[in-house]
């Protein structure tokens, strides 16, 4: 089965503090996503790596940066977190070849700034 | 990429069969249609991908008519445990399209005893 981990399944931090979410996968994959989720706004992409040190913006990457040194871990970083960053982050990878849609997410990590 | 309808939400009871349908009116030549499943305070779950007809897994069934502009995902004899956000997602294969995923905010499903 793959698996996706991720560093923390709660965090709290303080406004701002620089904020590192790690997040790891052990299928070999080439794809890897950062999402935060809140309520009534389904899914969001932050954003997406397609291999090392590759990155893409998602969506909403405003207040965002993200590493990828090696393959199988993606790092989402929180430059100067505000309260408005308080939500669900969720990391996902998938394989390139086949759909990109089949993505594997990790239990994801719930972020609150004070 | 093709945008999605799907309910907001929808209730059954253990033991039905449930339907949940998503409208994809704008859907390309080359997209795919997939499903996805979230349970509280967990990430999703792909559940079931397919491009036209009918597409079975051992967790669910995927209808598409010829024209496929909707979808219809398929789940039998459900139970309790089956009480979840359902997303539905439309988009073409590839790394490429990775990035204009769109999840939405998807169908909640409740299921009673």
Known sequence: DVKVT???RYLVKRTGEKVFLEC????DHENMFWYRQDPGLGL???YFSYDVKMKEKGDIPEGYSVSREKKERFSLI???ASTNQTSMYLCASSPQSGSSYEQYFGPGTRLTVT | L???TQPISMDSYEG??????CSHNNIATNDYITWYQQFPSQGPRFIIQGYKTKVTNEVASLFIPADRK??????PRVSLSD???YYCLVGPPGYSSASKIIFGSGTRLSIRP
């Open chain 1, 6 to 8: 991720q560093s923390s």
């Open chain 1, 24 to 27: 790891v996968q052990d299928m």
């Open chain 1, 44 to 46: 969001r992409l932050i």
């Open chain 1, 78 to 80: 929180l430059e100067s």
């Open chain 2, 2 to 4: 093709a945008k999605t």
């Open chain 2, 16 to 21: 039905q069969e449930v339907n949940i349908t």
């Open chain 2, 70 to 75: 909707s979808s219809t995902l398929s789940l």
């Open chain 2, 83 to 85: 009480t979840a956000v």
